[in-house]
């Protein structure tokens, strides 16, 4: 069931990042540091970032890149406790859209070999897998699956 109502999407800013950091802690074995989180902030001409917000309170937040007809997606991840509820699914339609009216035509990613639920989230999404990168991955070492998602040019597809 989807509980999203009381989510707001808006840009995400530096002020967010205390809160980015604590969830990406939560959510990674190999987390992104805060000075990665903050020269994506500083890329802002391809830079995409959006936070998830609830009363307040960060409950998830996805950083791409747009390149120029293509978005690649670097990292998507919700609070534990908001998972299942539609949140990064509000994300990424969020993207797909902003994406679109800026002329990006496909989205691309790398997810864990093991990254069972995101990979599910991706294929219920329409994200089909495309290639390995072997070893892509740190702590643990592991491949990384590309996954790929084309988008119709006519926006009502
Ligand atoms: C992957 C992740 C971002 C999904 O966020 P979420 O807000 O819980 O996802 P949604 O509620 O929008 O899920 C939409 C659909 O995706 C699928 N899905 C999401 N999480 C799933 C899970 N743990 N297991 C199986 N399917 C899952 C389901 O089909 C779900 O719909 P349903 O709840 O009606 O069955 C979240 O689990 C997360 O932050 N994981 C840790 C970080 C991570 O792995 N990020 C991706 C890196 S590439």
Known sequence: MTETND??????????????????????????????????????ARGYARA????????GYLFAVIIPDEAHLGNLAVRPDARRQGIARRLL???L????RSGVRRVTLEVRESN??????YYRNDFIDI????NYYRSPVEDAIVMYR??????SE
Not at 13 to 35: M, N, Q, Y
């Open 93 to 95: 339609g969020e993207l």
């Open 131 to 134: 290639a390995i990168r072997k």
């Open 116 to 121: 069972g639920s995101a990979r599910n989230f």
């Open 150 to 155: 084309i988008l119709p040019e006519d926006p």
């Open 97 to 100: 859209r902003d994406g679109r």
């Open 52 to 59: 998830a917000v609830r009363a307040g309170k960060l409950v």
């Open 7 to 44: 989510v707001r999407i808006v840009p995400l800013s530096k002020e967010h990042l205390d809160e980015v950091v604590r969830i990406e802690r939560a959510s990674f074995s190999d987390p992104w540091t805060r000075g990665m989180f903050e020269s994506e902030l500083d890329v802002a």
